[in-house]
């Protein structure tokens, strides 16, 4: 028995052209779906500037780091943080002008910044109010009476 070829005709190149075209398309749809439906977008909107400012950063951290400061948070609910700082002989730090701006890694149209005022020598503390309890990113920056920069940035669960 001999088997019968048949020939390969017009119609079914333009069904098997059509049908690789459509699983392309589908697939491709498909990332584009879920790329545009988990992606938040920029994580920051210097990023060029950043970019441009880069080694004078490494100067201001370098100077940081010499400097000593250390800051750990103490409280961190949805409703409050409490920040508290000290020298390199582990003294509290007074009169500093302290902001934390708090993030959400995942989007950023829950972001928010607040001012931290000292409760006692050393303590900063403010009450928050936070929409979502999970992972916050934590940024906090002061600055003393000499204009000296601090900044460090955390990450924590809020309940």
Request: proline share 3%; hydrophobic share 40%.
């Amino acid at each position: 028995m001999t088997a019968q070829v048949k020939p390969f005709t017009g119609t079914k190149v333009i069904v098997w052209v059509a049908v690789f075209f459509a699983v392309v398309f589908s697939v491709n749809g498909t990332f584009v779906y879920f790329a545009m439906s988990s992606w938040t977008g920029l994580t920051t909107k210097t990023a060029y500037t950043d970019g441009i400012n880069f080694n004078e950063n490494f100067v201001r951290m370098k100077a940081q780091k010499k400097r000593g400061w250390q800051s750990q948070i103490t409280n961190f609910s949805s409703k409050q943080i409490t920040v508290q700082f000290t020298d390199k002989q582990g003294q509290a730090l007074s009169d500093l002008d302290v902001g934390v701006k708090l993030m959400r890694p995942l989007r950023d149209r829950f972001d928010r910044t607040v001012r931290l005022k000292e409760t006692l020598p050393g303590t900063y503390s403010s009450d928050i109010a936070l929409p979502l309890s999970g992972r916050w990113r934590i940024e906090i920056r002061a600055k003393n009476q000499n204009n000296e920069p601090y900044l460090l940035i955390f990450e924590r669960m809020a309940e």
